[in-house]
C-alpha cells in the first residue's frame, strides 16, 4: 500500500521560509515521477516544484524561491520555501509514482502523479 505523508505546514508572516517534508512507504521516489503541488481554496491544484530526470521544474510563481530535493537514503522529499508570499498559502501535496501516456505529461501536470498525500496547509499572513 502506497501512502504518502506531508508535514513542516503552517502559519509564518509574509517574508518568512517553512520547509515541507514527505515521507513515503509502498513507492520508492524516483527523479521525473516526484514532485510538490498545491490547491488554494477554489482554485484548481497546481505544480509546485517537480523533479526532472536530470533537473528540476518550478512553476513560475515560486522560481528562485523554492528549492525541491530528496534524500534517497531515506525516501525524503523535501520543498524548502523562502520569501513566502500571501499567495503561496494554500494546501500543499506530495505527489509520486508516474502516469504513463502518450504523448506524455508535462513534468507539472498533476495527472502525471498516480499516488498523493493527504496535503499539509501553508498559511502566510502579510
Known amino acids: 500500500q502506497v501512502r504518502l505523508m506531508e508535514s513542516g505546514g503552517g502559519s509564518v508572516q509574509a517574508g518568512g521560509s517553512l520547509r515541507l517534508s514527505c515521507a513515503a512507504s509502498g513507492v520508492t521516489f524516483k527523479r521525473n515521477c516526484v514532485g510538490w503541488f498545491r490547491q488554494a481554496p477554489d482554485k484548481e491544484r497546481e505544480g509546485v516544484a517537480v523533479l526532472g530526470a536530470s533537473g528540476s521544474y518550478y512553476a513560475d510563481s515560486v522560481m528562485g524561491r523554492a528549492t525541491i530535493s530528496q534524500d534517497e537514503n531515506k525516501n525524503m522529499l523535501y520543498l524548502q520555501m523562502n520569501n513566502l508570499k500571501p499567495e503561496d498559502a494554500a494546501m500543499y501535496y506530495c505527489?509520486?509514482?508516474?502516469?504513463?501516456?502518450?504523448?506524455?505529461?508535462?513534468?507539472?501536470?498533476?495527472?502525471?502523479?498516480?499516488?498523493w498525500g493527504q496535503g499539509t496547509q501553508v498559511t502566510v499572513s502579510s
Open positions: 505527489a509520486a509514482g508516474c502516469v504513463y501516456s502518450t504523448p506524455p505529461h508535462a513534468p507539472l501536470e498533476k495527472r502525471k502523479y498516480a499516488y
